[in-house]
């Protein structure tokens, strides 16, 4: 991945308005617009992504749902979970979304690593596990070549929500967060490691 890509530390923000921001972004961009990766935090929210499937939703109990044009089926975000939005040119970066998709989960396959963590994909349920539970999720827009949405790593959160769902559509699939297997775990270094990582 190139390295002229503008890194932005938004803090926690707004799923919704962070959402429009991202998609207006995305429309307004002209060749001169630069790539980014938006940093952030969520409060509470389940996102439902655009072909996902309402039964997935077991009882979301007082946390809002959103429905969002990210590819994938329902996850859940919220405080200590980092998000990383990908903000990228395709053509620019002389790469396709399924590189990119690659790259990512990579990246994050790396990150563990940096952390002394072995981690693993599997096959046809996108996203980054340690022992068979799911530590990264991922889902990503591509609108005119121009990518949107992105990753979420669990660190230091509270991970009972997924409970209420099943999770990117898979029944029984368990979730795990950084912070049980690094102490003192933070996000902001995990936000500081993914993205040097994913850029070199």
């Known amino acids: 991945m190139a390295t002229n890509i503008e890194i932005r530390q938004l803090g926690l923000v707004n799923y919704n308005e962070t959402c429009l921001a991202m998609q207006t972004y995305t429309a307004e961009r002209t060749d001169t617009t630069p790539d980014q990766i938006w940093c952030v935090e969520h409060p509470p929210v389940f996102t439902q992504g655009r072909h996902g499937k309402p039964e997935h939703i077991i009882n979301p109990h007082n946390v809002p749902v959103v429905q969002t044009d990210r590819g994938g089926q329902v ?23 399924k590189d990119l998709v690659c790259h990512i989960e990579e990246s994050v396959i790396k990150l563990m690593q940096s952390y002394g963590l072995k981690a693993h994909l599997i096959e046809s349920a996108p996203g980054v596990y340690i022992d068979n539970k799911k530590i990264a999720s991922l889902g990503l827009r591509v ?45 902001q270094d995990v936000f500081n490691r993914f993205t040097k990582i994913h850029l070199n």
């Open 75 to 97: 996850t859940y975000h919220g405080p200590g979970q980092a998000v990383i939005y990908f903000l990228i040119d395709l053509s620019r970066q002389k790469t396709g979304i």
């Open 143 to 187: 609108k005119h070549g121009k990518t949107y949405h992105g990753l979420s790593i669990n660190v230091d959160m509270n991970l009972t929500p997924f409970s209420y769902i099943n999770p990117c559509g898979y029944q029984g699939l368990q979730m795990c967060q950084l912070s049980e297997f690094v102490e003192g775990i933070t996000l």
